[in-house]
């Protein structure tokens, strides 16, 4: 049996918004974990959620910790589990992402001084389709299979180990950091720390795969991309009227790079996944337009129900494997 009072190895955070089943199957793969019994669950939930896991899960577990909190933000949730926390080390898990087994002793043993998160390698979970492949590309195309490991500018903000004394030191910025993309990861480095991409980390992601729902993604998030980089970087009105003008730009410049990042890896790059990215780049492009433009809108609001209600959004192909 796992000892529930030792300090755990890493603690890993999932946030759901109403339903168990949105968490189980990431859950029954934490449980398998080489390390199971030195971690610790903390789950963000709404009021009255009741007791999760099942016990056959629990009890391979070191420790699960309950936080219930109503009608926060996907980011504010996630601070709060971090605060919740107890192990030197907190991992951003996601209720649509699977890690292999070895992912979070992988991710604990990298995540130490110079380096203050490390991410993993990502695989596609439903590989069937044009529009998954084209959004786990757009999303996370260079950390997907296979990826050399190594200090690295960037990451993933979820899916990712931290180390939690950095993100304590914080205090109440870490809830805004945490809300805009890439925001807690730029800080860190703008405070001197290191990122590391760990290739013995690797989960499985489950993309956004109905056509219309992943078009109607990719152009949020552009907007809200947009967005908080003007509110970040306190932007004038003269930054962002030139960044509207320029935004047809954008698809050029970011396909260029994104293929650039896809040499070698392991997927399917036919003519129609690239046509796939450049649309999806394309709808990027024009959300950044709006957003520049107008704000961020409902654009929040949107990609947080495709976070928390990711099953809605499958083909059906991709909904009749997994049950739904």
């Known amino acids: 049996m796992p000892d529930a009072t030792a300090e755990p190895l890493a603690s890993v955070v999932l946030v759901v918004q109403d339903r168990y089943q949105a968490i189980a199957r990431t859950i029954a793969h934490l449980a398998e974990q080489t390390v199971a019994g030195r971690m610790e669950l903390v789950v963000v939930t709404p009021a ?31 601070a709060e589990g971090v605060r919740a926390a107890s192990g030197p080390v907190v991992v951003l898990g996601e209720d649509h992402a699977w890690p292999e087994p070895g992912y979070v002793e992988a991710l604990a043993q990298r995540c130490k001084p110079p380096y203050a998160a490390v991410g993993p390698v990502m695989t596609n979970a439903n590989p069937w389709s044009l529009v998954s492949w084209s959004n786990l590309l757009l999303a996370y195309g260079k950390w997907t299979d296979p990826a050399e490991g190594g200090p690295i500018d ?51 992601h489950q993309n956004v795969s109905g056509p219309t729902s992943g078009a109607a993604l990719r152009f949020h998030a552009g907007r809200l991309y947009a967005d908080r980089r003007m509110k970040s970087e306190k932007w004038g009105v003269g930054k962002r009227a030139i960044y509207f003008l320029a935004a047809p730009l954008i698809p050029g410049v970011r396909a260029v790079r994104i293929l650039g990042e896809l040499k070698g890896k392991k997927m399917p790059m036919t003519p129609r996944v690239i046509g796939g990215v450049g649309l999806g780049v394309t709808l990027d492009g024009l959300g950044q337009m709006v957003g520049y433009g107008t704000g961020a809108g409902k654009a929040l609001a949107r990609l947080e129900d495709f976070e928390f209600n990711r099953y809605r959004y499958l083909s059906k192909r991709d909904r009749a494997e997994a049950g739904l």
């Open 48 to 78: 009255g959620f009741g007791d999760l896991p099942p016990d056959g899960e629990r009890d391979r577990i070191g420790r699960v910790t309950k936080v219930e909190l109503g009608g926060a933000s996907l980011g504010s949730a996630q």
């Open 154 to 204: 960037s990451l993933p903000g979820t899916n990712t180990a931290y180390d939690r004394s950095l993100l304590m030191a914080l205090g109440d910025e870490l809830d805004g950091l945490m809300e805009r993309e890439g925001g807690l990861l730029k800080r860190l480095q703008k405070d001197g720390h290191q990122l590391y991409l760990e290739p013995k980390a690797r989960t499985a």
